[in-house]
T-cell receptor, first 113, second 114 residues
Framework: QQQVKQSPQSLIVQKGGISIINCAYENTAFDYFPWYQQFPGKGPALLIAIRPDVSEKKEGRFTISFNKSAKQFSLHIMDSQPGDSATYFCAARSGGSNYKLTFGKGTLLTVNP | EAGVAQSPRYKIIEKRQSVAFWCNPISGHATLYWYQQILGQGPKLLIQFQNNGVVDDSQLPKDRFSAERLKGVDSTLKIQPAKLEDSAVYLC????????????FGPGTRLTVT
């Protein structure tokens, strides 16, 4: 059962453009929503994260928008650069007796020069 | 600060053979995770350790997969016997505490089962 749905599967953007990746979830118990960036041959690395009590978080060119009522969140990459070409995963944290992340299927972003 | 180390980086085996992966987390990180990443999908948690105890292994195929964390530091993940569908990248990650705010991933081991 996929608990975090991510779209699109792949995305091609021109240099300087805006890249937008969307995620949706069903489990209202999720309490923390990170985005991870993965380059080929490397493990994922934390890019930016948000808590559900905040509607937006910005770090440099990267912004997360969060809509709690719609159970959706998105990553916006402003002024996209070829170096941003990577696979991006959204994730959601569930708590309880132990905290763990559920990842989306990923979005392969290609930024053309 | 040294990152999460994993070995080997690549492994090719035939089905029904056994294989083991090794992970050395970041020093001082109490929580260690093993993930399976099938091509085109996100990482799927297999097992989570807190120090040397298992806190979650609900998605570990226990009939063929096993894992241990020696003395709360290094960890090994074993598959015996391997199946074709086990072909994937096996990622090890660690975090300072149990809250999973930031997980640091190793480069992974790419397993091909033929």
């Amino acid at each position: 059962q996929q608990q975090v749905k991510q779209s699109p599967q792949s995305l091609i953007v021109q240099k300087g453009g805006i890249s937008i990746i969307n995620c949706a979830y069903e489990n209202t118990a999720f309490d923390y929503f990170p985005w991870y960036q993965q380059f080929p041959g490397k493990g994922p690395a934390l890019l930016i994260a948000i808590r559900p009590d905040v509607s937006e978080k910005k770090e440099g060119r990267f912004t997360i928008s969060f809509n709690k009522s719609a159970k959706q969140f998105s990553l916006h990459i402003m002024d996209s650069q070829p170096g941003d070409s990577a696979t991006y995963f959204c994730a959601a944290r569930s708590g309880g007796s132990n905290y763990k992340l559920t990842f989306g299927k990923g979005t392969l972003l290609t930024v053309n020069p | 600060e040294a990152g999460v180390a994993q070995s080997p980086r690549y492994k090719i085996i035939e089905k029904r053979q056994s294989v083991a992966f090794w992970c050395n987390p970041i020093s001082g990180h109490a929580t260690l995770y093993w993930y399976q990443q099938i091509l085109g999908q996100g990482p799927k948690l297999l097992i989570q350790f807190q120090n040397n105890g298992v806190v979650d292994d609900s998605q570990l195929p226990k009939d063929r997969f096993s894992a241990e964390r020696l003395k709360g530091v290094d960890s090994t993940l074993k598959i015996q016997p391997a199946k074709l569908e086990d072909s994937a990248v096996y990622l090890c990650a660690s975090s300072l505490g149990a809250l999973a705010y930031e997980q640091y991933f190793g480069p992974g081991t790419r397993l091909t089962v033929t």
